[in-house]
């Protein structure tokens, strides 16, 4: 039996119209605190896959860039979404929250 990393995968392969089993330990969600970083493409790949609400309701924040901080001076980068439509960011959040969503 082969495992899949997550469960998008899970979801995109069952969208392909095969079936999985799948098999998890434990449906709770984390009693730790993990934080993510999900870039643009990533959230652009949830909309492919119809799971952008995943993002939805957990607190997570809207990312357009970084900013970056070395010996007083700083720098700030913005993603190049400008082809994009405004909702195209990406989302910090709690993993287990997510997870949860998904």
């Known amino acids: 039996m082969k495992e899949l990393p997550n469960s998008p995968v899970v979801f995109s392969v069952i969208q392909d119209g095969r079936s999985v089993h799948v098999i998890e330990r ?3 969600e984390p009693d730790q605190i993990i934080g993510e970083l999900l870039q643009p493409g990533g959230y652009l790949k949830l909309i ?3 799971l952008e609400d995943c993002v939805d309701e957990i607190d997570a924040q809207r990312v357009l860039g970084y900013a970056l901080f070395k010996d007083g001076k700083n ?3 913005s ?3 400008e082809k994009f439509d405004s909702n195209v960011s990406g989302r910090s959040f709690h993993n287990g929250c997510f997870i949860q969503r998904i």
Do not use: F, I, N, S
Request: aromatic share 8%; no cysteine; net charge neutral.
């Open 75 to 77: 720098a700030k980068l």
């Open 26 to 28: 434990d449906l709770t």
């Open 79 to 81: 993603y190049p979404l």
């Open 48 to 50: 492919v896959l119809g």
